[in-house]
């Protein structure tokens, strides 16, 4: 993907009021530019980042047409109560908040960092979302995700699967290179 610019991402990390887990992961992400050039998959070392893994989950988007879940780490099941992988967001997303959900991730998938935020029952948990330059055959872009809510117990079993509501607030910062 052409045309980003890391110093608009540093900048949107100052703007974007970030949870200790989600700015240690967007430092890390931010080390893996090469100059203006967004990282790619294959960077992202799991042995950099064990203590975010838990809320880890990479995402294929198709903009403004899918997003496919291939990886999710373990408090993104136990939030969403199964494993996800290889599943369409439609699949545990209310069918009122289809539309909105796509037009996020498309908006990370095509050159955007994005925080969301949610209040519930163990407080207020934040979502990053970052873009790869990665691109598969068919033109889907991959996007990083962090949960930084963190399960009290896994070993108790994980809740019954159930429409989540997409963040409450989310705010989406382009990294292109403003004209």
């Known amino acids: 993907m052409t045309g980003m610019r890391r110093?608009?991402?540093?900048?949107?990390?100052t703007q974007l009021p970030l949870s200790a887990a989600n700015a240690k992961l967007a430092q890390y992400w931010l080390s893996l530019w090469n100059g203006d050039q967004l990282p790619l998959r294959s960077q992202l070392s799991p042995a950099r980042m064990k203590d975010m893994l838990p809320g880890i989950g990479i995402f294929?988007?198709?903009?403004?047409?899918?997003?496919?879940?291939?990886?999710?780490?373990?408090?993104?099941?136990?939030?969403?109560?199964r494993e996800i992988a290889g599943m369409d967001w439609r699949s545990y997303t209310r069918p009122d908040q289809h539309a909105e959900r796509l037009t996020r991730n498309s908006a990370i998938a095509n050159g955007a960092v994005g925080v969301g935020t949610r209040?519930?029952?163990?407080?207020?948990?934040?979502?990053?979302?970052?873009?790869?330059?990665?691109?598969?055959?068919d033109g889907a872009r991959l996007i990083l995700f962090h949960l930084d809510w963190r399960p009290e117990s896994t070993l108790s079993g994980l809740p019954s699967i159930a429409p989540v509501p997409i963040a409450d607030r989310f705010e989406v910062v382009s990294l292109l290179q403003v004209q």
């Not at 519930?120 to 598969?136: K, N």
């Open 60 to 81: 294929e988007v198709r903009a403004g047409v899918s997003s496919r879940c291939r990886l999710a780490g373990t408090a993104i099941q136990h939030a969403l109560g």
């Open 7 to 13: 110093h608009r991402a540093i900048e949107a990390f």
């Open 119 to 137: 209040r519930g029952e163990s407080g207020v948990t934040q979502e990053l979302q970052l873009p790869f330059a990665d691109e598969t055959e």
